[in-house]
């Protein structure tokens, strides 16, 4: 079984760099991914790992890096804006094996001016 | 086009009573899933569809939760008696045929914007 953790929550202030961090827990290998969850909204996906470079860039100017032996995942933003006030979510997902995302607890950003 | 649509977006029920909550998939995608938020939680997934049949159904909690998806495109997620405990936001995703054969493939789970249940 796979299992994932993440901080609670996390509050910075407006245009300080963000590390959103994530450690995953599986026996077999996993994609991984990140998912934004705004107030009131869906789950929309901001970037996926499945195989070639660790670093992947996603949208809204988001980035994370796949580090295997850490088993980590982490999601960095160099300059937040008020606007990325959201619930973030790491997701991984068994490498040819069942289609569920299992999620972890997510990290309340609070992006305060 | 339109994304995965979930209705209704509320429904409060009282404990014992029955109900249905309705997931309208992206046209064209074949696999459509399930997962619960319950309050300061991440989703945990329920059930899986390729087309009509249920491929992976481990995450239904009890014999109280059902889902179907008769025509392979609309799905109903039924609860029989429900529980104070079952009051969470259930979230239905769809995704589209994968490539066979291709390497590190993975189908994008779209989230439609989910169905609060209360139950009072």
């Known amino acids: 079984a796979q299992s994932v953790t993440q901080l609670d929550s996390l509050p910075v202030f407006e245009e300080a760099p963000v590390e959103l961090r994530c450690n995953y827990s599986?026996?077999?290998?996993?994609?991984l991914f990140w998912y934004v969850q705004y107030p009131n909204q869906g789950l929309q996906l901001l970037l996926k790992y499945l195989s070639g470079s660790t670093l992947v860039k996603g949208i809204n100017g988001f980035e994370a890096e796949f580090n295997k032996s850490q088993t980590s995942f982490h999601l960095r933003k160099p300059s937040v804006h008020i606007s990325d006030t959201a619930e973030y979510f790491c997701?991984?997902?068994?490498?040819?094996?069942?289609?569920?995302?299992?999620f972890g607890k997510g990290t309340k950003l609070t992006v305060n001016p | 086009g339109a994304g995965v649509s979930q209705t209704p977006s509320n429904k409060v029920t009282e404990k014992g009573k029955y109900v249905e909550l309705r997931c309208d998939p992206i046209s064209g995608h074949t696999a459509l899933y399930w997962y619960r938020q319950s309050l300061g939680q991440g989703p945990e997934f329920l059930i899986y569809f390729q087309g009509t049949g249920a491929a992976d159904d481990s995450g239904l909690p009890n014999d109280r939760f059902f889902a179907v998806r008769p025509e392979g495109s609309v799905s109903t997620l039924k609860i029989q008696r429900t529980e104070r405990g079952d009051s969470a936001v259930y979230l239905c995703?769809?995704?589209?045929?994968?490539?066979?054969?291709?390497?590190?493939?993975?189908?994008?789970?779209?989230f439609g914007p989910g169905t609060r249940l209360t139950v009072l």
């Open positions: 995703a769809s995704s589209s045929p994968g490539l066979a054969g291709a390497l590190s493939s993975y189908n994008e789970q779209f």
């Open positions: 997701a991984v997902i068994t490498q040819g094996g069942s289609e569920k995302l299992v």
């Open positions: 599986s026996s077999v290998s996993v994609y």
